[in-house]
């Protein structure tokens, strides 16, 4: 089965900074990977996602990522974040197969100060 | 289209009593799926189904039972409330596979137990 690990449960950043938020996975065959947002009182929604091709993936709102097969990575990035990126970030990972589910991350909350 | 709704939107329980949370989608999606998050574990499967008619466990069925006599629906049933269950459930549906198609979520269903 696979699983997924969230470095951080916590990142708290100003206003233009930059982001980054790991993530690895555990599984020995081919995934597809996605990032979800949960902004405060909302449901989750895709960020962005990887299937295959070019493994520097660009998302919604400036996010990107990059998957790193080697590493069994899939790090979400910012250039320079703003307040209303203050959202919960889930990694997720499925196997590229059949009936595939989703498998979550425990999640990072970033907190961004104005 | 109203995408993924659920209700109640919030609800409080006591031990012991049964209620059935809500799922529908006016996507045609195949795929449906039903969630708990809870705080710092990130979302967790309980049940999904691949279409009408089939249903399977996720990572914590226990104490939950679900059915698909339809596409659009797929209720979630609790069927003696415990304390434990107290979540955020969250319904999502896609049209295909997890590991193939992204998945839409609901804006969730608040549950408290006592």
């Known amino acids: 089965a696979q699983s997924v690990s969230q470095h951080n449960h916590h990142v708290i950043l100003s206003e233009a900074a930059s982001l980054e938020l790991g993530c690895n996975y555990s599984y020995g065959g081919t995934v597809n990977l996605f990032w979800y947002v949960q902004y405060p009182g909302q449901h989750l929604q895709l960020l962005l996602k990887y299937f295959s091709g070019d493994p520097l993936v660009k998302g919604i709102k400036g996010f990107e990522a990059e998957f790193i097969k080697s590493k069994f990575s899939f790090n979400l990035r910012k250039p320079s974040v703003q307040w209303s990126d203050t959202a919960e970030y889930f990694c997720?990972?499925?196997?590229?197969?059949?009936?595939?589910?989703?498998?979550f991350g425990k999640g990072t909350m970033l907190l961004v100060s104005p | 289209n109203a995408g993924v709704t659920q209700t109640p939107k919030f609800q409080v329980l006591k031990t012991g009593q049964s209620m059935t949370l809500q799922c529908a989608q006016d996507m045609n999606h195949e795929y449906m799926s039903w969630y708990r998050q809870d705080p710092g574990m990130g979302l967790r499967l309980i049940h999904y189904s691949v279409g009408a008619g089939i249903t399977d466990q996720g990572e914590v069925p226990n104490g939950y039972n679900v059915s698909r006599s339809t596409t659009e629906d797929f209720p979630l049933r609790l069927l003696s409330a415990a304390p434990s269950q107290t979540s955020v459930y969250f319904c999502?549906?896609?049209?295909?596979?997890?590991?193939?198609?992204?998945?839409?979520f609901g804006p969730g269903t608040r549950l408290l137990v006592l």
């Open positions: 997720a990972v499925t196997p590229w197969s059949g009936y595939s589910t989703l498998t």
């Open positions: 999502a549906s896609s049209r295909g596979s997890a590991g193939q198609e992204t998945q839409y």
